[in-house]
């Protein structure tokens, strides 16, 4: 299946999840690793649940507790090709980083040339920006991000609504989107219906 748009789905934590999604067309897949966070899962299960699924690319999610030199350590064990940050890390980091910046940091103008140099500096392998839609977000702050999105890659999760996401592609033109995985049912079995639906708003025609 072929998207409009690169997809990564983060929150991935079983084998429905992670098939399901590289069989949709997502780019990547996010792992909760960092034992501090909500449904964080541990090496094992990445090795496994990466084992039946190919051609996308393996994403770590991290907090703030786990230091660099243990982010490092799980790239390696789990062969991550990126990382997910939530904040800035106390030194470089051995892959490219997925940094989230909330999107009020974006609007206010905080986010500035000289602090784009600062994180250039501090993530010599490269890194790109996230930010979270809320759905209360006016629209008229859309063409702001869209100036963030002409100046840097910068990828959207959050408020994703199938019927308005084409719009907001046209309108902002970011990197790509970050969808939101979820839990099965029970092992086996999983309602893939709002992810579904996004995905196929997302299908090339």
């Known amino acids: 299946m072929a998207l409009i748009i690169p997809v990564l789905v983060r929150g991935i934590n079983n084998l429905s999840d992670a098939r399901y999604c590289a069989g949709m067309g997502a780019d990547g897949l996010i792992f909760t690793l960092d034992p501090s966070l909500p449904g964080a899962i541990d090496v094992a299960t990445v090795k496994e649940l990466a084992g039946w699924v190919a051609g996308v690319e393996l994403i770590g999610e991290f907090g703030a507790s786990m230091p660099v030199s243990g982010i490092n350590r799980l790239v390696e064990e789990c ?4 990382v997910a940050l939530r904040q800035l890390p106390g030194s470089p980091l051995s892959v490219p980083v997925l940094l989230h910046v909330p999107v009020f940091a974006l609007l206010d103008g ?9 994180y ?3 993530f010599p392998a490269g890194f790109e920006l996230t930010t979270t839609l809320d759905s209360s977000l006016s ?4 063409p702001a991000l869209a100036n963030h999105a002409q100046q840097m890659p910068l990828w ?4 994703i609504a199938p019927e308005s996401v084409r719009a907001l592609l046209e309108e902002v033109r970011p990197t790509g989107l970050i969808l939101e995985g979820g839990d099965e049912i029970k092992p086996g079995l999983r309602d893939f219906t709002e992810l579904e ?9």
């Not at 629209?139 to 859309?142: G, Q, S």
């Not at 639906?197 to 025609?205: G, K, N, W």
């Open 120 to 122: 250039a500096a501090l």
């Open 110 to 118: 905080r986010f500035t040339e000289e602090v784009r140099a600062q």
């Open 79 to 82: 062969g991550l090709q990126r």
């Open 156 to 159: 959207l999760r959050g408020a």
């Open 197 to 205: 639906s996004v995905f196929e708003a997302l299908e090339e025609e």
């Open 139 to 142: 629209a008229t702050l859309l």
